[in-house]
């Protein structure tokens, strides 16, 4: 069996316990299923938006790609206004809570967080074959380090404010 599996089954059964016992015990599950959808569709834009880029591009010789940083910058602006859009039509069918529009807002700033923790790892896999090797050869203050043990600890911490406001029901 991998130890990761058996690190699943926990933290699912912990987090069942956790938010079944609260008063709404959905709103995790709600939050997340919009953050996918909305995902999903900023995905699509972003695709859409490049394809028609390159329909532009190979359809005349004058039309140059550009500055990359700024148009990335306008497609970013751009799919946040249409899915603006989609939520305010969608709220004439559904309800979005104050609560559920936070665990988004925490969904996204834990999965960039997870995502460079991510990032750090695997572009130095290469060098080095673990974390306790890295250490040994006593490079404590490379930042990929710090960013390998901190940012974790801050997503665990900030997992744990956020149970305990919303057992307080402070959201």
Do not use: C
């Amino acid at each position: 069996m991998r130890v990761t599996y058996l690190f699943i089954g926990i933290a699912i059964l912990v987090l069942i316990v956790l938010l079944f016992r609260s008063e709404n015990k959905f709103q995790f599950a709600k939050a997340g299923v919009l953050f996918v959808f909305q995902l999903t569709f900023s995905t699509v834009n972003f695709l859409i938006f490049f394809f028609i880029t390159y329909l532009l591009m190979n359809d005349r010789k004058e039309v140059y790609l550009g500055n990359l940083f700024l148009l990335l910058a306008i497609f970013v602006i751009l799919s946040g206004i249409f899915l603006y859009w989609g939520m305010r039509v969608a709220e004439k069918f559904i309800k979005f809570s104050v609560t559920t529009l936070t665990l988004i807002e925490y969904y996204i700033q834990w999965s960039l967080i997870y995502v460079t923790v991510y990032q750090a790892i695997f572009s130095n896999i290469a060098r080095i074959k673990t974390i306790t090797q890295f250490i040994k050869v006593g490079n404590f203050l490379d930042p990929n380090l710090l960013v390998v043990i901190i940012l974790p600890s801050f997503i665990s911490t900030w997992i744990a404010v956020i149970l305990y406001k919303k057992h307080i029901k402070a959201i």
